[in-house]
């Protein structure tokens, strides 16, 4: 009996969960989110907007670092790639936060590689600031504050659906504390 109760509650929690996707769907403020799905705490949204992949604009020079992230450090950092030698990478440091940037030879603009974003106040677009409420952050992609439906959520994960970058949105108290950053490069 206790298996049919789980398995009962299981179809139910899918099914609410595909009723709010259905509803978000309704709501969403442009045609750039691909998807959109929830497993468990976390609102997964699908992006095409090259603003994801390029959150601090398109970085090509040293200014440019300078320019989008005021009050980091900027430094290089080699990475030996057997096949390719070594390779310049670009990473700025804060107190709390760091990225890490890669330039892609094809378009010359740096790339992020990862990050983790704490306590600063700087604006990803699409995003947000790190203290940003939960529902403002919401109204980068909704046109209704769609709060309400989403109640439970800790995380919302951003995946680029342009090149594989995934911002997650850690949640706390109803404000945006920290924001980490992965990608498909990969440099150990």
């Not at 320019?67 to 440091?93: E, T």
């Not at 209704?144 to 995946?159: A, E, F, H, N, P």
Request: some cysteine.
């Amino acid at each position: 009996m206790a298996n049919l109760e789980s398995t009962d509650k299981a179809i139910q929690i899918i099914s609410d969960s595909n009723q709010i996707i259905s509803k978000l769907k309704h709501e969403k403020k442009s045609l750039d989110i691909e998807d959109l799905t929830i497993t468990k705490d976390t609102l997964v949204i699908v992006s095409l907007n090259r603003n994801v992949f390029y959150p601090f604009g398109r970085l090509r020079l040293e200014k440019d670092f300078r320019n989008a992230l005021p009050g980091f450090k900027l430094s290089n950092k080699y990475y030996h790639d057997k096949r390719f030698g070594d390779i310049k990478l670009k990473r700025m440091v804060n107190i709390k936060s760091y990225l890490t940037f890669y330039k892609d030879d094809e378009t010359g603009y740096y790339e992020i590689v990862s990050g983790l974003l704490e306590g600063d106040n700087l604006h990803l677009t699409g995003i947000g600031n790190i203290g940003s409420t939960f529902s403002s952050v919401l109204k980068q992609w909704f046109i209704s504050d769609v709060t309400r439906l989403l109640k439970g959520i800790k995380v919302i994960k951003v995946v680029s659906g342009v090149n594989g970058i995934i911002y997650y949105c850690f949640f706390n108290n109803n404000a945006l504390e920290s924001i980490k950053i992965q990608s498909d490069y990969i440099f150990k």
